[in-house]
């Protein structure tokens, strides 16, 4: 599977971005997608998943704000982000498990400013 990210910029305080991954690969339809973002200095974090395209699971941080999902055609998965905040401001990765594999996207860059 290989994972491509897209979306990223720069918004001010409370407004709103997507971010896609796009992805090539037959084990993609099924195992769990996730994002994680990476601050400066700071671990990266795991951000919002989505497990076989049902059940999903946000961080304490993001929740009500991020949704994350996948289209019909299970090829690219989705994080509408509203509400955004400084704090938000990092790389943001896709990933993608299922059994041994463990793929990851390049970073897309948020920064919202103040």
């Known amino acids: 599977v290989q994972l491509q990210a897209s979306g990223g910029g720069l918004v001010h305080d409370g407004g709103s971005l997507r971010l896609s991954c796009a992805a090539s690969?037959?084990?993609?339809?099924?195992?769990?997608m996730a994002w994680y973002r990476q601050a400066p200095g700071r671990e990266r974090e795991l951000v919002a998943l989505?497990?076989?395209?049902?059940?999903?699971y946000y961080a304490d941080s993001v929740r009500g704000r991020f949704f994350i999902s996948r289209d019909n055609g299970k090829t690219t998965v989705y994080l509408q982000m509203t509400n955004l905040k400084p704090e938000d401001t990092a790389v943001y990765y896709c990933n993608h498990k299922f059994g041994p594999y463990d793929n990851w996207g390049q970073g897309t860059q948020v920064t919202v400013s103040s």
């Open positions: 690969g037959s084990i993609f339809g099924i195992g769990s």
């Open positions: 989505l497990h076989n395209s049902s059940s999903t």
